[in-house]
Antibody
Framework: QVQLVQSGAEVKKPGASVKVSCKASGYTFTSYGISWVRQAPGQGLEWMGWISPYSGNTMSAQKVQDRVTMTTDTATSTAYMELRSLKSDDTAIYFCARTYSGYEDFWGQGTLVTVSS | EIVLTQSPGTLSLSPGERATLSCRASQSVSSSYLAWYQQKPGQAPRLLFY???NRATGIPDRFSASGSGTDFPLTISRLEPEDFAVYYCQYYGNSRTFGQGTKVEI
């Protein structure tokens, strides 16, 4: 069965970076994209970006495009999202999701990233 | 940029009642690129529909979705206790965006 297992919670100081991992199993990793979506406490969903594990092509939201890097390791079927220059309003649950034809059909469990001094 | 507006913000209903949720786009979009998700507290979102009206695997048929242009409704014909959750629409065309969500509460 398709599973996306994310890394554990992180606490970071403002200005630091965080790297969240998302290990996929149960399907051919390079046949689907991986999207990253975040959710601030009590708020809605915010799409951050997408990567093709097959080509390495990425697309990211204008709001974070200068601070986010998405990569994949096809040998381990793992996707990574690094966010730099963290601010307090980056505090959120970060989800990875398998993306098929643009929509997200399977989701990871989420990783809480807390940015606090 | 496409903006999706969901209404109402909160829908207060009882089990067995019918729920109708609205998702309106700021400009006409292809129905091929409209999805709906359900999210329960403490859980990841779950895909309900893609391409505006295509039910995802395992979604009960009491859920239905349709629409075209700028108006995309989601209907739950008879609410079950497990249906009380937050529902998001999403546009996934040449840009990606979510609506702000509708909470369906008892």
């Amino acid at each position: 069965q398709v599973q996306l297992v994310q890394s554990g919670a992180e606490v970071k100081k403002p200005g630091a970076s965080v790297k969240v991992s998302c290990k996929a199993s149960g399907y051919t990793f390079t046949s689907y994209g991986i999207s990253w979506v975040r959710q601030a406490p009590g708020q809605g969903l915010e799409w951050m970006g997408w990567i093709s594990p097959y080509s390495g092509n990425t697309m990211s939201a204008q709001k974070v495009q200068d601070r986010v890097t998405m990569t994949t390791d096809t040998a381990t079927s793992t996707a990574y999202m690094e966010l730099r220059s963290l601010k307090s309003d980056d505090t959120a649950i970060y989800f990875c999701a398998r993306t098929y034809s643009g929509y997200e059909d399977f989701w990871g469990q989420g990783t809480l990233v807390t940015v606090s001094s | 940029e496409i903006v999706l507006t969901q209404s109402p913000g909160t829908l207060s209903l009882s089990p067995g009642e019918r729920a109708t949720l609205s998702c309106r786009a700021s400009q006409s979009v292809s129905s091929s690129y409209l999805a709906w998700y359900q999210q329960k507290p403490g859980q990841a979102p779950r895909l309900l529909f893609y391409g505006a009206s295509n039910r995802a695997t395992g979604i009960p048929d009491r859920f239905s979705a349709s629409g075209s242009g700028t108006d995309f409704p989601l209907t739950i014909s008879r609410l079950e206790p497990e249906d009380f959750a937050v529902y998001y629409c999403q546009y996934y065309g040449n840009s990606r965006t979510f609506g702000q969500g509708t909470k369906v509460e008892i």
